[in-house]
């Protein structure tokens, strides 16, 4: 499981950096809504291209519940949580 959360971590830390250095206004404070504009947020999370690439590499598909949860988390909260719905669709 721990080498499950750091391959997680390591491709959203990959897609933070990506996305971070877009807004140079944006601190590298590992919080995942600095992938976005902070100044301009998106109305919805789910369709943005961040997400997808989360989507793409993780090879999973996230609502905008989930999507939202995770744009209000750090790196660390969001892998943990991506390790947890991860197991959740799996199981079902």
């Known amino acids: 499981m721990k080498a499950e959360y750091s391959e997680i ?7 933070y950096k990506k996305y971070q250095k877009a807004y140079k206004h944006n601190p590298d ?3 995942m809504c600095c992938m976005w ?3 301009n947020p998106p109305d ?7 997400i997808h690439d ?3 590499s ?3 598909h996230l609502d905008e519940m989930e999507a939202v949860e995770l744009y209000d988390m750090d790196l660390d909260e969001a ?14």
């Open 9 to 15: 971590y390591a491709k959203l830390y990959q897609i």
């Open 37 to 39: 504009s902070t100044v």
């Open 44 to 50: 919805t999370i789910e369709d943005t291209k961040q």
């Open 29 to 31: 404070s590992h919080q």
């Open 79 to 92: 892998a943990k949580r991506i390790l947890e719905i991860k197991e959740r669709k799996c199981s079902n």
């Open 58 to 60: 993780l090879d999973m």
């Open 54 to 56: 989360i989507e793409k």
